[in-house]
């Protein structure tokens, strides 16, 4: 009988390929935003909105991530924005190969700002690192108090937390307060958003931090050079 | 929801080593897996097993799953506590919310057990 010690982090192919990711993105100055959630939050949607604020001051791309079709990217596409799906045919998260081949596949891989939109899972995205810069997860007020104490790590590890269509807030039982003193417990620091896609309340002041964080990744690549 | 290829990325990496070690049957496969790691004990054990059967190398092999529990230092008191608590980020001793997980995220295998083939230099199995 023989032993072999491996000591082999079981995600490490994964983080080395992200690593690389990270730094492409980095030599080019783009800030990207691994956008997360579970299915049916509004990520699409407020991606829409976002869009909209933000063209004409910076340039952007999406990569799409869905375990079938592309009607997302085609929304997208609608836009006039740069966009490359990826179906990840059953596959519940994306990894970082698959983004650095779709980002292989975008027309200019020049850009401020690139969005990756997640397979809607609030598990398994959480735990594989895509080379993004931070992870934005959007959660909606009619999934009900219960989602950061139930996927704590997801919540635990965005830096920013979007609380979307809060235009239905009167018709669900959502307390806020809870929700607050739930994300006390899980993640203090991250900025949160009260966000409607759909009517475009509180966006105003989600284009305001992320133009800033884009303007800080460009100081930074200004500096390393 | 994807302990399926993390096991497959495990068997693979055994594989490589074992062609390298002259290893023709692995017996035994320890992993650790920490409680905030999203590898859930059952379903790894479900996948290893149903791989498993499927190839010579590893038809015999046993899984074994050390769970580590999650540890976190407090910024404000100090002192480093185990979280029981999966969804609470608290620190135990104190109540803040400063705190940092030292332990728990891990998931790697640790080392593999098997049976060399009988001759040196073989590459059979």
Known sequence: MVQVRME???????????RKNRAVFAGRGMLVVNLMSSPGSGKTTLLEKT???????????????????????????????QVVQINTEGACHLDAGMISKAYENLSD???????IENVGNLVCPAE???????????????????????????????????????????????????????LEQINPTAPVFKVSGRTGEGMAEWIEWLLGEVKGKRAENIKAF | MHEF???EGVLNMVRDSA????????????????????????????????????EDLFREAILEIEEKEIMCD???????????DIYSFICPACGSNRIEITQ???????????????GAGSNGG
């Open chain 2, 74 to 84: 407090c910024l404000a008191c100090q002192r480093s506590s185990e979280l029981k």
């Open chain 1, 109 to 115: 891989r020049e850009m401020d700002l690139l969005f």
């Open chain 2, 5 to 7: 290829s993390l096991i």
């Open chain 1, 51 to 81: 869009i909209d604020h933000l063209q004409g001051q910076i340039t952007l791309g999406v990569i799409e991530g869905d375990l079938y079709t592309d009607q997302d990217a085609r929304r997208i596409e609608e836009k006039g924005v």
């Open chain 1, 8 to 18: 082999a982090n079981i995600l490490g192919a994964n983080e080395l390929l992200a």
């Open chain 2, 104 to 118: 728990g995220r891990e998931l790697y295998l640790d080392y593999y057990e098997g049976e060399e083939v009988n």
């Open chain 1, 128 to 182: 594989f690192d895509l080379g993004e810069d931070f992870k934005a997860v959007v959660m909606s007020v009619a999934e009900g108090n219960d989602k950061p104490l139930k996927y704590p790590l997801i919540f635990r590890e965005a830096k920013v937390i979007l609380l979307n269509k809060m235009d239905l807030l009167p018709y669900t039982d959502f307390s806020l307060e809870r929700f607050g003193h739930d």
């Open chain 2, 19 to 54: 062609s390298q070690n002259n290893i023709g049957k692995v017996n035994r496969v320890k992993l650790v897996v920490g409680r905030l790691s999203m590898a859930l004990p059952d379903s790894l054990h479900f996948a290893f097993e149903a791989i498993c059967k499927d």
